[in-house]
Nanobody, 116 residues
Framework: QVQLVESGGGLVQAGGSLRLSCVVPGSISSINWMAWYRQAPGKQRKLVAAITSRGSTDYDDSVKGRFAISRDNAKNTVYLQMKNLEPEDTAVYYC??????????WGQGTLVTVSS
């Protein structure tokens, strides 16, 4: 089972920005889609943004216009640029990837806290 490695979480004031990164370690043949989920306290994990191997993206309505997902296929890395953060964005953010021949993989989560 591949464990994705996330970084970039932290504490930020409302209106601020953060950039999350997630690396798929090891020698990987191909990664299909990559995505970011988040789970706020007491709530279910929810898809935030996704990106296909060709660069097509999709976003939850709550983050459209504020968050941007991108990927660097040469580095097996996906990013989530978050701007104009709101207290409601506070959550643990998880990276997810669909890896060729290995299947679904998750990161350990990185905490994002937005203070008002």
């Amino acid at each position: 089972q591949v464990q994705l490695v996330e970084s970039g979480g932290g504490l930020v004031q409302a209106g601020g920005s953060l950039r999350l990164s997630c690396v798929v370690p090891g020698s990987i043949s191909s990664i299909n889609w990559m995505a970011w989920y988040r789970q706020a306290p007491g709530k279910q994990r929810k898809l935030v943004a996704a990106i296909t191997s060709r660069g097509s993206t999709d976003y939850d309505d709550s983050v459209k216009g504020r968050f941007a997902i991108s990927r660097d296929n040469a580095k097996n890395t996906v990013y989530l640029q978050m701007k104009n953060l709101e207290p409601e964005d506070t959550a643990v953010y998880y990276c997810n990837a669909d890896i060729q021949l290995l299947g679904d993989a998750w990161g350990q989560g990185t905490l994002v806290t937005v203070s008002s």
